[in-house]
């Protein structure tokens, strides 16, 4: 996986999926971090990221465009957030939905989302 070195921990879900986790919060030098570890990914060939944000307590501007950065390099994005967690006007403006974001609220719903997605492409 990416030798970007971050404190965002990865795991494998299958052979082109990884679970990647934000903790605290997604601003400034961290967002362009995650920005730079989803262009990573994306360029070692992964399809899906399943981001696990159940511990973020915030989001800025720069944040959702390292969400950007990854739908832009081709990777299709699994936000799982907590259940009260709301997204502020200027995310909700990005309508990142459109260009490959989905939002869970159960890491198990996203998991098991992604596992199917991957075990049912084929892969060329």
Do not use: C, N
Not at 75 to 104: N, T
């Amino acid at each position: 996986m990416s030798g970007v070195e971050d404190d965002f921990p990865v795991s494998t879900v299958s052979d082109r999926a990884v679970l990647l986790s934000v903790a605290g919060k997604l601003r400034g030098s961290r967002a362009r971090q995650l920005g730079e570890r989803l262009a990573a990914l994306a360029d070692e060939g992964y399809a899906r990221v399943v981001l696990d944000l159940r511990t973020l307590t915030s989001l800025d501007s720069l944040g959702t465009f390292a969400l950007e950065e990854g739908l832009d390099r081709g990777i299709r994005i699994h936000l799982v957030v907590r259940p009260a967690f709301a997204f502020d006007e200027f995310f909700a403006s990005r309508s990142l939905g459109r260009r490959g974001l989905r939002v869970h609220r159960s890491l198990d719903e996203a998991l098991a989302r992604v596992r199917q997605i991957m075990d049912s492409t084929v892969l060329v």
